[in-house]
């Protein structure tokens, strides 16, 4: 199946019968400005509409070939940096405070963004956690599709609430487990609050597979409320059984934790946005030494078939003479 991409630009398709209606126009007022001054027609109209046609044809295969369609797949040899990175993403209903804006998870997940185009070539995952762990996506060198898959994440994503740290390490490590030669790390973004399970375990079993742990902190550690989307399409707050209101607060004690017993560093997402960089000067010491080649399948562009069918109708332009009466 044929795919484009750049889709956008197909819509300049829509300016080619604008142009042939134009082209219209302006013969048909050429041919009476001539019959006026008494001329007559010296050239077959047939022969100069089929040159509009055929120059108007030539101006839909550049356009289709700017559009890059793609069909067909090969596969691709690719250097990777050898890092191998589970990104683990708490989705529990405490990540929809909003003491971080615009929402801990949506600033959670815009650093997800910015750290896979700056990680472009190193096989990357993600776990999302709240009751229970799930794979959103496994090891991956492409960092596009898995950008577009952190948008889709909400914190609707897992119905069982909760805040399973514990879990979603054990997931990762299995899943670092298959992953090529190289540095593997686990990145986990959560605001830490009633974490669940045996985290210290979890920790030891990451620590004893090689694998550096670093953390970054959403929300406030004081604390900030939950608020909760009704049916009806209004917004309160979440309250506990007693009907007091429900505040969640960082845990940054237990994320420093967790990232000083592996070796890793604990960030505070705060709103300049350092957590990235600083996490990206923490992964780069790794990055030099440690790289692997692996094969992905990509698609095979196309285009260069219709600039070559645009350039030989073209020369037939230029090289066949005008025919007149």
């Not at 997940?109 to 190193?122: A, I, P, T, V």
């Not at 577009?148 to 399973?164: C, D, E, H, M, R």
């Not at 070796?263 to 923490?282: D, F, I, K, R």
Request: proline fraction near 4%; aromatic fraction near 8%.
């Amino acid at each position: 199946m044929i795919s484009f991409l750049y889709p956008a630009v197909l819509l300049l398709l829509l300016l080619i019968p604008i142009a042939g209606l134009f082209l219209r126009w302006r013969q048909g007022y050429y041919w009476q400005r001539l019959e006026l001054m008494g001329m007559g027609l010296t050239t077959k109209s047939s022969w100069n509409w089929s040159r509009y046609g055929i120059w108007l044809f030539i101006c839909a295969l550049l356009i289709v070939a700017l559009a890059r369609p793609v069909w067909g797949t090969e596969l691709e040899a690719v250097e990777t940096q050898g890092v191998s990175m589970m990104f683990v993403l708490d989705v529990s209903k405490s990540m929809d405070a909003e003491d971080v804006s615009p929402s801990r998870l949506e600033r959670a997940k815009l650093s997800l963004e910015d750290l896979f185009k700056q990680l472009s070539g190193n096989e990357l995952g993600l776990v999302l956690f709240a009751g229970s762990p799930i794979v959103q996506f496994p090891l991956t060198t492409d960092s596009l599709s898995a950008s577009a898959l952190v948008k889709q994440v909400t914190t609707n994503s897992i119905s069982a609430q909760g805040t399973n740290i514990a879990d979603a390490i054990r997931l990762s490590i299995q899943l670092l487990a298959a992953a090529s030669k190289g540095k593997h790390l686990i990145v986990l973004l959560t605001d830490g609050e009633g974490h669940e399970g045996n985290v210290d375990a979890a920790v030891s079993a990451a620590t004893q597979a090689g694998i550096t742990i670093y953390t970054i902190g959403y929300g406030d550690p004081t604390g900030a409320l939950i608020p909760l989307r009704n049916p009806d399409g209004s917004i309160s707050d979440k309250r506990d059984e007693a009907g007091n209101q429900v505040y969640s607060a960082l845990d940054e004690k237990t994320l420093k934790a967790i990232a000083d017993s592996t070796g890793g560093t604990y960030e505070h997402a705060l709103p300049n946005g350092n957590e990235v960089p600083n996490l990206m000067q923490s992964i780069n010491q790794y990055m030099p030494n440690t790289q692997n080649r692996g094969v992905q399948v990509t698609g095979i562009e196309r285009f260069d078939i219709f600039i070559a069918l645009a350039v030989i109708l073209l020369t037939l332009q230029i090289v066949l003479p005008r025919l007149q009466k």
